[in-house]
């Protein structure tokens, strides 16, 4: 039984999420996916959606065998719990393979880490992007995206 | 082979959108789901997320056996191919049961028409009730919803 983990926020779904997911799925035989908590989340604008609601629509994409949401204070623990083969990360996830991959081996854990490339199919995939065309359709003028 | 048809925009997706589907699964053997049109949503703001992407995100939930995009001139010309048992409508869908069963019936085809009731569960359970949160996260005056 070869197990991925796919991480993520989730924030507004879109084809984007659904090929890494697809990918994710496709190098192993179970896929798990950690859903980012609403306080971790802060390289980016706090997500629209709360963690509990974005872990729900992550359960009922078909790629998906088990979900969860993420450990408050130790990113590392749900991958001790689900000894994943693979840990794969999306093309605009920002860190590095290799960096993640040393921070695995580290804490013991041998883990190989593969990045998934970029979806080309739709136009608004990105929750960035969503959020955008939501304030230019109200006429919106857009005031600091990290509030 | 017993086939649902369920119906929707399914714009912002939420697990009022999942539940829905999920119901109507539960009604019979495989589940096809009629996507709106762009052109065809008259009855309230047009989508957020354009016809073709908002198919791609409905094939890839967990219920839907098998999901196209409706007929832009005549929304029967679906039915009479798929030939379902059963017709399922969310609670918040703007027409009656009855009087969608008489119109079914006009046309030859008998179907049941069954009305899924509410979700409770999450808080942000409308495409509406998102774009209106991702406008106060912004500080923007809702200005005519029905641009």
Known sequence: MKRIVATGTFDLLHPGHLYYLEQSRRLGDELHVIVARD????????????????????????????????????????????????????????????????????????????????YEGDPYCSSRVIVQQILERYRCAEQDQHR
């Open 39 to 118: 306080v971790n989340v802060k390289h980016k604008p706090r997500p629209i959606i709360p963690e509990e609601q974005r872990l729900r629509i992550v359960r009922g994409l078909r790629p998906v065998d088990h979900a969860r949401l993420g450990d408050i204070a130790d990113m590392f623990q749900p991958i001790r719990e689900i000894q994943p083969a693979v840990i794969t990360i999306g093309y605009d996830q920002h860190f590095s393979e290799a960096a993640l991959e040393r921070e695995l081996q580290k804490r013991g854990l041998d883990v190989e880490v593969v990045r998934v490339g970029a």
